[in-house]
Each structure stands twice: as structure tokens, then as C-alpha cells.
């Protein structure tokens, strides 16, 4: 009889254990779900550290290149020198309606 008890008490244990292995805190889904966010994250943390070199690339430039000052008042600001006509073509989907 307590042979029996001793197998059903084990028994109980084994499925507790899979229940937690399977489903609960640490379990193989959370465990999978963690390193798909962890992928995610480091996915993120390098597109994020390409920028910044670009941005330390820019700074660098910008600091010791005159020309690189130039190109960035055109290009973001509109910079024209004196002498010069700025034309600005637009595609053909943008053309104003006459």
C-alpha cells in the first residue's frame, strides 16, 4: 500500500515538473520568447550604433572640412552663394496643378 502512495507522490512530482518546465516561470516558451526579444534588441542596439558612427563621422567632418559645412548648408538648408541660381526640380507627380 505505501508502495503505492510513494509511486502516486511520484508521479505527482513528475507532472508538477513538466508543468513548470513546459509552462510556468523559466519555461522553454518564455525562455524562447526572451531570446527572440534578446535578437530584437541587438538587432536594434546595431542599426543604432551604425548611426552614431555616421553622426561622429558627420561631427568629425563638419569640424575640420569647410566643404563638408557647405554641402550641409545645401543640402538642409537651401545655402546659395552669391552668383548663383538655384533651380529646383520637382518629379512629375509634384507639379503644381495650372
Known amino acids: 500500500m505505501t508502495g503505492k502512495f510513494v509511486l502516486v507522490g511520484l508521479a505527482i512530482l513528475l507532472g508538477l515538473s513538466q508543468y ?3 509552462f510556468g516561470t523559466g519555461s522553454i516558451s ?17 542599426r543604432l550604433t551604425s548611426r552614431n ?7 568629425n567632418a563638419l569640424k575640420n ?15 546659395v552663394k552669391e552668383g548663383e541660381t538655384f533651380v529646383r526640380l520637382l518629379p512629375k507627380g509634384d507639379l503644381p496643378s495650372e
Open 20 to 22: 513548470q518546465l513546459w
Open 30 to 46: 518564455e525562455l524562447q520568447r526572451l531570446t527572440d526579444e534578446l535578437q530584437k534588441q541587438e538587432a536594434a542596439n546595431q
Open 53 to 59: 558612427d555616421e553622426l561622429v563621422a558627420e561631427i
Open 65 to 79: 572640412d569647410p566643404e563638408a559645412i557647405e554641402e550641409l548648408l545645401r543640402s538642409r538648408f537651401g545655402y
